[in-house]
């Protein structure tokens, strides 16, 4: 059963712009908090936006102001608009979802990677060349 599909990676120059969809279960969209991670090759896995079920916002600090994440319930997706790229903002990008927050978290706790989470897409590749 897969749950979250992303798409829109593709390779673009530096200072271009893409937007990456996360096609999620309808449960999911209504009732679930939800991040964007990524993984560049060699490194671990970073969070990278985060949105809970209220809509309050969270960002890592190496993509605050260029990168916005939002989710349309309607059509049961989650974007991540990405600006301005650069090229370290080169990695695989997933989604993830997450039930229920505990106590103490939220989405900026999502993003801190301190959130297991219950979903995980299978990722798309964003290639930005300098």
């Known amino acids: 059963q897969v749950l979250l599909v992303e798409s829109g990676g593709g390779s673009v120059q530096a200072g271009g712009s893409l937007r990456l969809s996360c096609g999620v279960d309808e449960y999911i969209a209504d009732s679930a908090s939800m991040g964007w991670f990524r993984q560049a090759p060699g490194k671990e896995r970073e969070g990278v936006a985060a949105i809970d079920v209220d809509g309050l916002t969270s960002y890592a600090n190496s993509v605050k102001g260029r990168f916005t994440i939002s989710k349309d319930n309607s059509k049961n997706t989650l974007y991540l608009q990405m600006n301005s790229l650069k090229p370290e903002d080169t990695a695989t990008y997933y989604c993830?979802?997450?039930?229920?927050?505990?106590?103490?978290?939220?989405?900026?706790?999502?993003?801190?990677?301190?959130?297991?989470?219950?979903?995980w897409g299978k990722g798309t590749l964003v290639t930005i060349s300098s």
């Open positions: 993830a979802a997450v039930w229920a927050l505990n106590d103490g978290e939220d989405a900026r706790t999502v993003v801190n990677g301190l959130v297991k989470m219950d979903y």
